[in-house]
């Protein structure tokens, strides 16, 4: 009957034991994998949590709220039927960004010599550092960028496809109509910025820039 009591409290035991590291790890790089194709090949999960507080089942339901960022640290729901646990990790990602080649002045316009790609840990770098140089292809610097540094986002802006008091084109469209005049732009604006136009006849109307540098307005 002991023996019986024994191998019953043993077995009890089992049930409740946290999932192993090894598996436990390997879900939560997977997880974040999925999450970030992109990056899947560069990224490791560190668990932060003490091991005793990890999940009881051996495949616990991960989720993330829907405003996680992507990288660094966070807390990630692991549910296992109806206990729910939270585990603090630390999403380490390596990956390729973009450092400034040389010092590069305010107001520059950027050019392919100006910059240049590194690897490396992506997600100790400043917020919205830019990963691809196509990103700020025309971009024009807001501030002095220093030789190595991180090219963010907020560090440069687009540049101006249309400048106030420059002519151009308002196309106007509708349902089955297509009508075209000339007028003057009132504001700078970047492509698929709002701009404000007066037309020839001094009227002012506002539409979005396209590629081009047209106007365009929906009717």
Known sequence: MRIMMWWLGAMLSLLVMPVEADELGAQLNQFFKTRDPLHAAGINVVV???????????????????????????????????????????????????????????????????????QGRLDTLPARTVLD??????????????PDQPVTLSMVRQAWRVKAGQPVLVIAQGDGFNVSSEGRALNNATAMQRVRVRMENGQIVSGSVNADGNILITL
């Open 48 to 118: 932060r949590t003490p091991e005793k507080q990890w999940p009881t089942c051996s495949a616990p339901q991960l989720s993330l709220p829907g405003n996680s960022r992507l990288w660094g640290n966070m807390s990630v729901a692991a549910t296992c039927d109806r206990e729910r646990r939270f585990l603090q990790v630390e999403v380490q990602v390596t990956g390729d960004y973009v450092v400034a080649n040389r010092q590069i002045p305010r107001g520059s316009a950027l050019t392919a010599g100006d910059i240049q790609i590194k």
């Open 133 to 146: 140089p196509q990103q700020i292809v025309e971009a024009v610097s807001v501030r002095d960028i220093l």
